[in-house]
């Protein structure tokens, strides 16, 4: 509201009030119409693997990918997968990969291991055992792997074994100890992946993992600073 003074500068002792009136669009008042929740259509339909969890900036980790997950992997905009089984691909995972022009490293280690038993008076016995799956594998095959994953060029990238547990555990343990992650910390993220089948081998493993021959190469893509 106004006061007019005109009036008054007249010798008129009248004061005129001028009221100023704001002008609403009731059709803004109206809420937006709801849709029902939840929408369907392909945009929704994103499982993502097993285990899945963010490592650092553009590198994941996960269980194996199967077709289930390739509408969750594609917002990824991967460039290059780390696969740590010796299991070839399905011809449909293969072609996604074509089709998504996503590279592919494979460093196949194996996990499990035949013992047989040979009694000396009974027949043979055969058990299938899931072995420490670093027990015979050198430690030039993680830093392999650990290059690939260096490489900001190979970014976006997925690690990945059978479930997430062990083999991408152990690598991504050895990816912290690089980053200069405290052992407590790096067990820490371990056995939240591997829970009850955490493996006493696969932390010494990492305690033991020599990075000095990687420390040259840059992490500027990395959340934790060296």
């Not at 493996?199 to 060296?226: A, G, I, N, Y």
């Amino acid at each position: 509201m106004t006061i007019d003074h005109a009036s008054a500068a007249n010798g008129d002792d009248t004061i005129y009030k001028t009221i100023e009136v704001a002008v609403i669009d009731r059709r803004e008042l109206i809420p937006p119409p709801v849709f029902p929740f939840p929408v369907v259509g392909d945009e929704l339909n994103l499982t993502p693997p097993l285990n899945f969890a963010m490592v650092d900036n553009g590198i994941f980790r996960s269980g194996f990918p199967d077709s289930p997950n390739f509408s969750f992997l594609q917002t990824l905009g991967l460039r290059s997968i780390i696969c740590l089984c010796p299991e070839p691909y399905t011809e449909a995972t293969t072609e996604f990969l074509k089709d998504g022009g996503i590279r592919l490293y494979q460093f196949g280690i194996e996990s499990y291991k035949n013992f047989t038993f040979h009694g000396s008076n009974g027949p043979e016995l055969s058990w299938n055992f899931e072995s420490e799956p670093f027990v015979n594998i050198p430690q030039d095959t993680i830093r392999e792997a650990l290059q690939v994953v260096l490489d900001v060029k190979n970014h976006p990238i997925l690690i990945h074994c059978k479930r997430g547990k062990h083999r991408t555990g152990c690598l991504v343990g050895c990816l912290r100890k690089l980053q200069q992650w405290c052992l407590t910390s790096i067990f820490d993220e371990y056995q939240r992946f591997a829970a009850a089948k955490a493996r006493v081998s696969d932390q010494r493993f990492m305690e033991l993992f020599d990075v000095s021959t990687l420390k040259h190469l840059p992490m500027s893509f990395s959340c934790s600073k060296r």
